[in-house]
T-cell receptor, first 114, second 114 residues
């Protein structure tokens, strides 16, 4: 059974650019949630998608957005990149909503903003 | 404000020794408490998940305990191995379904040395 797949694994961008990250959940999982992880802040919730609808959004600016497709694959986009956006971006999938279910995380996309 | 505090921040132990990691939380009420293991450069992997009515759960050499009265949890690792070197993250879930309900600790970084 394939795990959660995130692409790309590593990327380098410059300030002002935009980036799109992709997440393919475990087959049959309907919930995909996204997190930003930095050494100082730990894991911080970005947003959760369930059945193609954004269910919750964390305390991040509008430059961070996402969507979920009918096959449950999800993308997140960060526009007008800032140096502080450098982080490991993790997505996680679960059968149903994440609060009551075990999350399975992908390996993450490491974003470096220069 | 709901918080999850983990201690120590980092820990170095000799291979074969036991260790205990602590998690104190102020989240109340809570639905479940989870421990994750995160290897460097990888996504977190679930170790245990306990509801408020459970006070211990084991996964191989990992045993998590929960005291809902004192709002404390611990993760005990027995006969440590080099592969146990990782960050261990405590996550507390509020009642509710969404990822927004999850509060993450900043983790304890464990190094097991020969």
């Amino acid at each position: 059974k394939a795990g959660v797949t995130q692409t790309p694994r590593y990327l380098i961008k410059t300030r002002g650019q935009q980036v799109t990250l992709s997440c393919s959940p475990i087959s049959g999982h309907r919930s995909v949630s996204w997190y930003q992880q930095t050494p100082g802040q730990g894991l911080q919730f970005l947003f959760e998608y369930f059945s193609e609808t954004q269910r919750n959004k964390g305390n991040f600016p509008g430059r961070f957005s996402g969507r979920q497709f009918s096959n449950s694959r999800s993308e997140m986009n960060v526009s007008t990149l800032e140096l502080g956006d450098s982080a490991l971006y993790l997505c996680a999938s679960s059968l149903e909503r994440a609060g009551a279910n075990v999350l399975t995380f992908g390996a993450g996309s490491r974003l470096t903003v220069l | 404000k709901n918080q999850v505090e983990q201690s120590p921040q980092s820990l170095i132990i000799l291979e074969g020794k036991n260790c205990t990691l602590q998690c104190n939380y102020t989240v109340s009420p809570f639905s479940n408490l989870r421990w994750y293991k995160q290897d460097t450069g990888r996504g977190p992997v679930s170790l245990t998940i306990m509801t408020f009515s459970e006070n211990t759960k084991s996964n191989g050499r990992y045993t998590a305990t929960l005291d809902a009265d004192t709002k404390q949890s611990s993760l005990h690792i027995t006969a440590s191995q080099l592969s146990d070197s990782a960050s261990y993250i405590c996550v507390v879930s509020l009642p509710g379904a969404g990822s927004y309900q999850l509060t993450f600790g900043k983790g304890t970084k464990l190094s097991v040395i020969p």
